[in-house]
């Protein structure tokens, strides 16, 4: 018989089940179905092939971008590791995908896809700081998708119910966006990436996969349709999912019939049995009694929205003294002290707590228990978020979503309150602060009602955020002011020291004018410092500069008479530069014709004895040439003589040898002649000091000092390590490493110094220096890395948790809960 090719078969392939799905022959699908996934796959397989092609750009532009080794380190680490796990995801996103569409058709149920859920039930570590900035990301992203497909994907779903016996719809659609969520987050848990990596990959897997997704869903709707299924639907409502109804105790009152979804509550339901189970092994652990007392038989268990009334009836002075301590058994004594009145004044009817009640009550202690010993939280915080424990508590009693909706007003109120006050200290005087007045006002507001709703705990987290950003605009000026400072104080430090090393180098060793060596270590030294502040070190102007230094030194060296003419000429462009140089740092013109002459008098001096050296050398030229004209006269006059007596009585020659020359006489060898031996050069006076020099009559002395000391003093950033023992340990440098601008700090009390909180304002470049503000943006502290690292050694420094307060008093609560079942201490 021929098949009609409009009537497509639903039956499953009952030979594959139990069997690997390999091919569209061995699946339990009907063919359209295979078709429409694999169509959906081809998409995934080029969408994310493209993904993981620029996640590799964008991660090695964030490393190359990275401030500091650490972090670079981590993105490095991030591209290798995605770089390797490429392939596995791949696999894992198409087995995923695979199975999810088979389990349409099979016996088990199809779970609903879970990646943007804010906790995990297997390991009960609930909202998760990561986890939850994961939570939200993908939240945003499946709503813009689902926002901009809505018909497309509920034609998907309808049609998709159509073919399989599973119920479908955009909940549990394994095609959905949620699900192809749900498909790369699991992928991406093996690969354990920092949560700033993992924000990346998932604004890549948005941008990749999810911004092209528009014309796929269409395509798989025409598939579908090309294929004869429901190719008339126009408009139709999904099958909605069953309600789950809720156990008793849990407030099925007016306060809770209209709050969540059916998916919602079902959750809600299985957070509160998880909840329950773990405290009531931790009663049977510690042996508490007290449920004994309040649940016990006889009794009609309260609803909620009665026992919101009997807690609205509660005095309040007793609401607050429950903040001060005895918190859990003050608590649950006065309830039932209130219970047991209202059964002697009514009927005699006999109420006792809801197990769920109970359970919520004790939650809400232990929550209050970690919160009011965080160290975290400053004594004024601690004083009035104690006093927000009955509020908390009426709201978790009427809403359970409390527990499991990361985004609910109350924990988000709570959250900013310990948030605004993490800059307070125990000795601040809060009397005249603007923010106490308002959490003040805030926490009696919300005693003064007796049920809150979500909309009062709204308009109070909005006008705590207004007046906070009002007053961080405020911080904000003035800690931009300080980082400014500090900076530009670096900056000129830095330069300073540059130009210390420069002038200290220049002048080591040389003897030179004091007058010279004052006017380069108070004068010219500050013209240095403005170049190198304004152009840097290695800049032209900079070497330039120094060069003008050097031929300052340079013109006040001994010269010798033949360039004396042009060291003058030279002396006259070296005084334009250093008059050129002062006129920058905008010196009137008598300073600055008072500096030039500091130069100009040591260079005429040495001008002078070069010129009385030339006159010397030319006076003595001229004596030798008289006494060689006179020598030669003499000679004249006496050979004729000298020829005529050799004749007449000749010697023999040994002995005329041997006889000295006769003498001079005085009369004719000139006074001086001696002194004119005796006299040096001009080369070799040329190479004596200025001092020396200084002696001939008629020059004025200079005076000299010789140059052995650093002139200008070089500050140290960071004190010598003198011993192994004094350098920082690795554990400290790698926390140091770790820290970024805007943590907050505990300091700790230090002779005259008490506690106190303070802000990383700016690491400043030029001088390695931490900055540390107060929540007014003053500076209140500055250490280096080597002073900070012992202060981490000795526990004098703590970096506070900024993580939301409630989410980690819901996590430590949770765990030391799981800890007690598994019997640990």
Known sequence: MSQDPKVVSI???????????????????????????????GYLDTAFNSLFDNADDNLFEMADRASSNAEQTLFFEAMRTVRLQRGAMLKSISQSLLQATERLNGDNPVPVASAHVAFELDSLTLVQPDELEQSVALDGMISRVNSRNQQALMHLAIRCNSLV??????????????????????????????????????????????????AEYEALNKLLIDAGVMPDLRLAQVTAAPRRAPAAGTGSGSADSSRGTPASAADQQEVLSMFSELIGNWRHASGDMALSGLTGGGGRPLRSNELLQVLAELPMDEASDTAAGDRLPGMRQRIQHALRQQSHQGEGEQKMLGRVDDDVISLVSMLFDFILEDPALPAAVKAMIGRLQLPILRVAIADKSFFSRGSHPARRLLNELARATMGWNDQDDLRRDQLHALLQDIVERLLAVSEPQDALFETLYAELTDFLRNEQRRSDRIEQRTRDAEEGRARMQAARNDVARAINSLLAGRTLPVTLVDLLRDGWSQVLQMVCLREGSESAAWTQTMLTAQQMIESVEPVTPEHRAKRESSNDAVRDALRAGLETLGLDASAVAAQVALLAKPQLAVLMVAQKQAAAQRLLDEQHAARAEQASAQQRVH????????ESAPLPIERAAAEPPAPVPEDTVPADAGQADAQPTAAESAAEPLATQNAAPGVEPIEQVHIQAPVLEVAESEPVVETVEDLPSVGALRWIEGLRAGCWFQLGATEGQPEQRCKLAAIISFSGKYIFVNRGGMKVAEFGKTELAQRFEQGLITLLDENQLFDRALESVIGNLRRLQAGKP
């Open 11 to 41: 039956k499953p392939n009952l030979a594959a089940r139990g069997k690997p799905v390999t091919s569209a022959a061995a699946s339990l699908l009907p063919v359209p179905l295979v078709g429409v996934r694999d169509h959906l796959q």
């Open 165 to 214: 016996k599973g119920l479908v719809d955009e909940r549990t659609n394994p095609l959905a966006p949620a699900a192809l969520a749900d498909y790369f987050a699991e992928a991406l848990k093996p690969l354990a990436l920092e949560i700033k990596v993992r924000l990346i990959v998932l604004k890549l897997f948005e941008r990749y996969v999810f911004n092209g997704i528009d």
């Open 639 to 646: 050979i004729p003589a000298v020829e005529a007596s050799v």
